[in-house]
């Protein structure tokens, strides 16, 4: 194994550890699991395909040095956003799509940034990865961000019911996961 992919699985493995941890903390809520359910099975069916057939077995062993410094740049910095935004949002963290119990609609820190902080963190990690490792990484890129897309176009919903007028208002300053462009 290279030392740059020592680097970022270690990297990936401290954040999902640490995701794990903090969730313990988050307050009580519920989630609609029958149609959420349903579309994670199938991208883990579609992850676990693509794995079996070898898509994410190696790197690029030709990777070029300042490829392998961007993406770990990119990864540094999305999985540290990801991190501010989770910290930042604190007990109201909850899994993709699921409602809190006394849910409080947070505006500022990185939520000032775009409306959906963790899925933009997470995303410019896996995008990193792709840059530091091999392209196909972007295969699984595109797979989180058309979940994240959907996720986030359900939690808005939801968000909308319970903050009728604070929501709109902040849907209308802020880009939903890339600043000042989407």
């Not at 999902?16 to 009580?28: D, F, G, H, P, Q």
């Not at 986030?152 to 604070?166: K, L, S």
Request: hydrophobic share 55%.
């Amino acid at each position: 194994m290279r030392v740059v992919e020592s680097v970022l699985l270690g990297a990936w493995a401290a954040f999902w550890i640490y995701w794990l941890v903090a969730a313990a903390r988050a307050k009580r809520g519920r989630i609609a699991w029958s149609r959420e359910l349903r579309l994670r099975v199938a991208l883990a069916v579609v992850v676990l395909l693509l794995l079996r057939v070898g898509v994410f077995r190696h790197g690029d062993p030709h990777t070029r040095p300042w490829r392998e410094a961007v993406g770990l740049v990119l990864v540094a910095a999305g999985l540290g956003f990801a991190v501010w935004a989770r910290r930042h949002i604190g007990r109201n963290w909850g899994a993709p799509m699921s409602q809190k119990d006394d849910p409080e609609l947070v505006t500022s820190g990185p939520y000032g940034l775009v409306r959906h902080p963790i899925y933009t963190g997470i995303l410019t990690g896996l995008v990193g990865t792709a840059v530091a490792l091999s392209w196909t990484w972007l295969v699984v890129a595109v797979l989180a961000g058309a979940y994240f897309v959907y996720a986030a176009t359900v939690e808005e919903r939801n968000m909308t019911e319970r903050f009728p007028d604070a929501y709109p208002a902040y849907r209308a300053r802020t880009k939903m996961l890339v600043p000042f462009v989407f």
